[in-house]
């Protein structure tokens, strides 16, 4: 870990921060020819900016989720959790430590009539989980950057990753709850290492976490956005 926060980091927290001073507002995201009314609340992170590319990078990378059982670990506006929903999946927990994202992510469900099918609520992780609950699908929108918070505020918390704690524990902790062939889906970037000797350093080190873990990788799509390399990952 470091101390370093790109440039680029700094300038997605200070906008997301600049408009919480304003309050709510409405996004329209693009998927598939529909667009889904998201309301952002002050300091979520949006489902589409900008300055990332992680949110839009899971969602289309999805497929057919008919008649799966999803979990949305930092569901943030609750779009992943509503995207999956409209691929076919038959329930989805969304959970997030923000109290303010899990009044967005309500609120967005009830604004896409999608309360029967996702439950929300407030979850470090895995912690309040019910035991024994299994999913076929772990969507996991971490935070991207292994550096210390600049503010250990909840909005400063959906960036940074000191030491890489939370990937590590998520990693270490969601063989318990998937089934025998559910997958962990999740994106990161080359936000730090970009610039450096080894552009992909940043990807190297999250790999060994996975090993680590005795996680598999079984498939990487990679996209080139906004200057940065972007790498949806599929894992079990």
Not at 210 to 226: E, P, R, S
Request: glycine share 6%; charged share 25%; net charge negative.
């Amino acid at each position: 870990m470091n101390n370093i926060h790109p440039t680029h980091t700094q300038n997605f927290i200070k906008d997301v921060k600049e408009k919480a001073k304003k309050g709510a507002y409405r996004v329209n995201v693009d998927f598939r020819g529909d667009k889904i009314p998201v309301d952002v609340y002050p300091g979520v992170f949006p489902p589409s900016s900008d300055y990332s590319f992680s949110s839009k990078s899971i969602y289309e990378n999805l497929g057919t989720l008919e008649g799966k059982v999803v979990l949305d670990l930092g569901t943030g506006t609750g779009i992943e959790a509503i995207v999956a929903v409209k691929l076919g999946a038959s329930y989805v927990d969304a959970v997030d430590i923000n109290p303010v994202a899990i009044e967005c992510a309500s609120h967005n469900i009830e604004l896409n009539n999608l309360g029967s099918k996702i439950q929300v609520f407030e979850s470090d992780l895995f912690s309040n989980i019910e035991n024994g609950k299994r999913y076929d699908l772990i969507i996991a929108n971490l935070p991207i950057e292994n550096s210390a918070f600049g503010e250990e505020d909840y909005t400063e918390m959906a960036f940074y990753d000191p030491d890489f704690e939370i990937h590590k524990r998520s990693f270490k902790d969601v063989r318990k709850y998937l089934k025998e062939n559910g997958v962990l889906v999740f994106t990161h970037a080359n936000l730090r290492s970009k610039d450096t000797e080894n552009p992909m350093s940043d990807f190297l080190e999250l790999e060994l976490l996975l090993k680590a873990a005795n996680l598999d990788v079984l498939d990487k799509v990679v996209y080139d956005k906004l200057g940065f390399t972007w790498i949806n990952y599929k894992v079990k």
